[in-house]
């Protein structure tokens, strides 16, 4: 095991302001995601809603076990696990380091108590900021890069408890704000009108490339040869949408895929995620209204659509005479002049399966399990969302979902090839 330095812990030491501003951005990171969560009760952390999403008390243990398992446990010599049972508890996916507690079964997890949870980050974020003041120049080479990555996880995990507390929400009578609404909330108005950009096509570079933090599935970056095509210069809005439904977007099976249409007949779809129509006994209103982070709201006409499928997104775009942008268009367009929200508001299914960037290869060890072994059976998703933590987006970033995902921040923006 890579030895530490063994100076005693309350001695002072000069710390380089490398390691400084490393330990002040993990401070940072790691206090967003507790004021994420201090709103909600102990019962709100422990729910579950569905095998896909996870309870917040799940969320802050896990992104605190990756820290111990990743960093401190190879690392650090000194360090002292702070309960041996959390690996089965809290350990995700990650083959390589152990047994996992079922996933869908997260949310029968009573214990550890939510303050438990908290002692446990507590005792983490100590050790984490020790190890950083006085591991050794090579230990501290070899640590670096790995906190880097928890850092961007826990930043994964602070949208998807977001995701996952609004879906768990949505799912109760009371539709309750997990957010307090902004006061004097207005609605956007007018959208601008949807221009469209051309593209020459050629060839061009994509992926990563550079000093700067990416995930592995970002690289390695290569030439892609690009029809011509055009992209739409802003989403799709709440509005546009709502005419797709009223023109009988989720009765035609003509304007879906196969598998799009089954899921329609056999969900119900009948407008994207945690929207609600007029006269809903959920919460009446001679208006559409819309569920999300701030509790109910009266649907915004001229704000980009949330909440779909990629299934739902082929068909709206099929609807409107164009298509999905594959990531590869979306990726050389971003930048360009007169391409607007691109970032910042919702995610953006492309038309691109979640495949490896040819000569791939996963990180070493067992983080080399966090992206390449779900490349299969996924679509990509670019850009990111209003709940994305800032910093955390960049247009080489590639998110991904399965198709029918849609308690995610996902919409869509409108591709088309010349005629």
């Known amino acids: 095991m890579p030895s530490v330095s063994t100076?005693?812990?309350?001695?002072?030491?000069?710390?380089?302001?490398?390691?400084?501003?490393?330990?002040?951005?993990?401070?940072?990171v790691r206090s967003h995601t507790l004021e994420l969560a201090a709103s909600l009760s102990a019962e709100d952390q422990c729910i579950q809603s569905m095998p896909d999403a996870s309870p917040t008390k799940w969320h802050l243990a896990h992104t605190t076990w990756f820290f111990e398992a990743v960093v401190l446990g190879p690392l650090d010599a000194s360090y002292r696990v702070f309960d041996p049972a959390y690996a089965l508890l809290f350990n995700s996916y990650y083959e390589s380091l152990g047994p996992r507690h079922p996933r869908p079964q997260r949310g029968l997890l009573t214990r550890p108590s939510l303050?438990?949870?908290?002692?446990?980050r507590a005792h983490v974020d100590a050790a984490l900021q020790s190890f950083i003041a006085l591991a050794n120049s090579a230990?501290?080479?070899?640590?670096?890069?790995?906190?880097?990555?928890?850092?961007?996880?826990?930043?994964?995990?602070?949208?998807?408890?977001?995701?996952?507390?609004?879906?768990?929400?949505?799912?109760?009578p009371l539709l309750p704000a997990w957010q307090p609404a902004e006061p004097g909330l207005r609605l956007a108005g007018h959208a601008?009108?949807?221009?469209?950009?051309?593209?020459?096509?050629?060839?061009?570079?994509?992926?990563?490339?550079?000093?700067?933090?990416?995930?592995?599935?970002?690289?390695?970056?290569?030439?892609?040869?690009?029809?011509?095509?055009?992209?739409?210069?802003?989403?799709?809005?709440?509005?546009?949408?709502?005419?797709?439904?009223e023109d009988g977007g989720?009765?035609?099976?003509?304007?879906?895929?196969?598998?799009?249409?089954?899921?329609?007949q056999a969900q119900g779809w009948q407008a994207p995620a945690y929207w609600l129509a007029p006269g809903d006994p959920r919460a009446p209103s001679v208006h559409w209204q819309v569920f999300g982070p701030t509790g109910v709201q009266r649907l915004d006409l001229a704000a980009p659509v949330?909440?779909?499928?990629?299934?739902?997104?082929?068909a709206c775009a099929e609807w409107a005479g164009?298509?999905?942008?594959?990531?590869?268009?979306?990726e050389a367009m971003y930048g360009k002049p007169g391409i607007t929200q691109m970032?910042?508001?919702?995610?953006?299914?492309?038309?691109?399966?979640?495949?490896?960037?040819p000569g791939f290869r996963p990180l070493a060890g067992a983080v080399g399990e966090y992206n390449g072994k779900f490349m299969v059976g996924q679509l990509v998703l670019r850009g990111s969302s209003a709940w994305t933590p800032a910093g955390h987006e960049r247009p080489t970033y590639r998110n991904f979902f399965p198709p029918a995902a849609r308690w995610q921040f996902s919409g869509l923006r409108l591709a088309r090839s010349p005629a």
């Open 192 to 245: 601008p009108p949807m221009e469209w950009l051309a593209h020459a096509g050629g060839v061009v570079d994509v992926g990563h490339a550079g000093d700067r933090f990416a995930f592995d599935n970002e690289t390695p970056r290569h030439p892609v040869l690009l029809q011509p095509f055009e992209l739409a210069s802003r989403l799709v809005t709440c509005g546009e949408y709502l005419d797709f439904i």
């Open 115 to 120: 303050n438990a949870v908290r002692a446990y």
């Open 322 to 330: 164009a298509r999905l942008p594959t990531e590869f268009e979306w």
């Open 139 to 172: 230990t501290w080479e070899e640590a670096a890069p790995l906190l880097e990555l928890g850092l961007n996880h826990e930043q994964q995990h602070q949208e998807l408890l977001a995701t996952d507390i609004v879906h768990a929400f949505s799912c109760s």
């Open 7 to 28: 100076a005693p812990r309350s001695e002072t030491v000069a710390v380089p302001p490398s390691r400084q501003a490393l330990a002040r951005r993990l401070s940072k």
């Open 306 to 314: 949330s909440q779909l499928s990629f299934y739902e997104a082929c």
């Open 250 to 264: 989720y009765s035609k099976a003509s304007l879906w895929l196969s598998d799009g249409w089954a899921a329609v």
């Open 343 to 357: 970032t910042g508001h919702v995610w953006q299914w492309t038309r691109s399966s979640y495949d490896p960037y």
